[in-house]
């Protein structure tokens, strides 16, 4: 379980660094970008681990990057690029 939890931490910080790397322009800071993705790796590991097998370390990793990529995702701002225009009356 041990190895689980740390592999599913350094699966989230991978994938909270690629984000904020490609993303930069469109995240609030990196340290709150690097901190979600790990606590939504963790969190994503729990949840798996305790729904399915724990034996299943793909499974349970698979969870993990789903999870932390849903809660990264919630970071994201709109483009600058796009405007809605109301409708004229």
Avoid: K, W, Y
């Avoid at 340290?31 to 979600?36: G, Q, R, W, Y």
């Avoid at 990529?69 to 405007?83: C, D, E, F, K, Y």
């Amino acid at each position: 379980m041990l190895l689980e939890a740390l592999a599913a931490a350094v699966l989230g910080l991978v994938l909270a660094a690629l984000t904020s790397h490609r993303l930069a322009h469109r995240l609030p800071a990196r340290s709150l970008v690097l901190a979600t993705g790990v606590a939504g790796a963790l969190f994503g590991a729990f949840i798996t681990h305790s729904a399915l097998d724990p034996g299943n370390l793909f499974v349970i990793l698979l969870g993990a990057a789903v999870i932390s990529a849903a809660s990264l995702s919630l970071l994201l701002r709109p483009s600058r690029g796009l405007r809605r225009r109301s409708a004229p009356a």
